[in-house]
Every structure is written in structure tokens, then in C-alpha cells.
């Protein structure tokens, strides 16, 4: 673990010093993380990108991409393109990266279950805005708005996100 890692605890995220209130997945935390269980995986998870609204907030740090019209999260475990970047049209299961809900106007990607997926081991573990505090993800950790804008100014690509079984 280094300074720079985000470290989950039952009080929120720890990083550089200072602890981020946050929510995870309405599943708890769990070790055998399964697609639609709705838990947040046990791990240590590296931060693989940051994507971006560029309609509605300036990049966050210059190695952000921007979520463009069209671009999807295939979440469909029987498609080679399970957890990733697709885009539109996709006529499989996926999620919608540009919702018309801020919920995921800023997105922090992990690595879980990537490259490489597992069909059925969970698709995108992301960092994202939160809906309310103590609202549940679907697994995500999810932040205040502006915490997770300054979380996203002061990662690096070494930063992980790290999460112990409770």
C-alpha cells in the first residue's frame, strides 16, 4: 500500500491523508463477486483511465478521456465485448456512459474483471458520483461530486483502489 492507493475502510476512502466519505454496492463487499449481485469485489484494483462529460465539466487531468455520444458499457457476460467501451448500436445488454443523470458526468475505471473478463465474475467496477449519501451502488464506489472531482485531480495511472473483506 502506498499514499497514493485508495484505500476503502467502513468510514469511507482513505487518500492522501484524508478520508472520502463514499458508497459501495448495495451487496456488500465480497470476495466472490458475481454479475448482478450488486457487490463491490475484494481487491486490490488498479485505476485503468478517467472518463469525462466534456459537455458538462472540463478534464479532470490530461490522461481523461471524453465520453462521447454513443459510447456504451457492454454488461452482457455472453458477448466477447463483455466490460468494455463499445459503441452505439449495440443491440446486447449495456449501460449508457452518457445518461442524461450526472450520475457518471466523471468515471474513474478499474480493472476489474479486465482485460481479460470472466463471463459472469461482474463487469465495470467504476468510481463514480454518488446518487445521495448512503445510497447503494450496483458495486461501484461511488463520492460527493466534488470529492470525486478532486480524487480524479490527484490520481495517477499507478493509483489503486484497494478493498478488504470487512
Same mark, same amino acid.
Request: glycine residues 8%; hydrophobic residues 35%; aromatic residues 10%.
Given at each position: 500500500?502506498?499514499?497514493?492507493?485508495?484505500? &476503502?475502510?467502513?468510514? #469511507? +476512502?482513505?487518500?492522501?491523508?484524508?478520508?472520502?466519505?463514499?458508497?459501495?454496492?448495495? =451487496?456488500?463487499?465480497?470476495?466472490?463477486?458475481?454479475?448482478?449481485? #450488486?457487490?463491490?469485489? +475484494?481487491?486490490? *484494483?488498479?485505476?485503468? #483511465?478517467? /472518463?469525462?462529460?466534456?459537455?458538462?465539466?472540463?478534464? !479532470?487531468? !490530461?490522461?481523461?478521456?471524453?465520453?462521447?455520444? #454513443?459510447? &456504451?458499457?457492454?454488461?452482457? !457476460?455472453?458477448?466477447?465485448?463483455? @466490460?468494455?467501451? +463499445?459503441?452505439?448500436?449495440?443491440? $446486447?445488454? *449495456?449501460? @449508457? &456512459?452518457?445518461?442524461?443523470?450526472? %450520475?457518471?458526468? /466523471?468515471?474513474? %475505471?478499474?480493472?476489474? @474483471?479486465?482485460?481479460?473478463?470472466?463471463? =459472469?465474475?461482474?463487469?465495470?467496477?467504476?468510481? *463514480?458520483?454518488?446518487?445521495?449519501? =448512503?445510497?447503494?451502488?450496483?458495486?461501484? +464506489?461511488?463520492?460527493? !461530486?466534488? $470529492? /470525486?472531482?478532486?480524487?480524479?485531480?490527484?490520481?495517477?495511472?499507478?493509483?489503486? /483502489?484497494?478493498?478488504?473483506?470487512?
Amino acid at each position: 500500500m502506498t499514499a497514493n492507493d485508495l484505500v &476503502l475502510t467502513p468510514q #469511507g +476512502v482513505r487518500f492522501i491523508g484524508r478520508m472520502w466519505p463514499c458508497t459501495i454496492g448495495r =451487496g456488500g463487499i465480497r470476495a466472490d463477486k458475481r454479475e448482478g449481485d #450488486g457487490a463491490t469485489p +475484494v481487491g486490490t *484494483h488498479r485505476i485503468t #483511465g478517467i /472518463l469525462y462529460r466534456p459537455d458538462r465539466t472540463a478534464p !479532470p487531468s !490530461p490522461w481523461a478521456r471524453p465520453i462521447r455520444p #454513443g459510447d &456504451l458499457w457492454s454488461d452482457d !457476460p455472453d458477448r466477447p465485448e463483455y @466490460n468494455r467501451l +463499445v459503441r452505439a448500436p449495440y443491440p $446486447h445488454s *449495456h449501460e @449508457n &456512459l452518457r445518461r442524461a443523470d450526472p %450520475l457518471y458526468d /466523471l468515471i474513474l %475505471l478499474t480493472d476489474w @474483471n479486465w482485460p481479460d473478463a470472466k463471463p =459472469g465474475a461482474g463487469s465495470a467496477i467504476f468510481l *463514480h458520483r454518488w446518487r445521495r449519501p =448512503g445510497y447503494p451502488t450496483e458495486g461501484c +464506489v461511488a463520492f460527493r !461530486p466534488d $470529492h /470525486l472531482w478532486q480524487i480524479a485531480r490527484r490520481i495517477t495511472p499507478a493509483t489503486r /483502489l484497494i478493498v478488504r473483506a470487512r
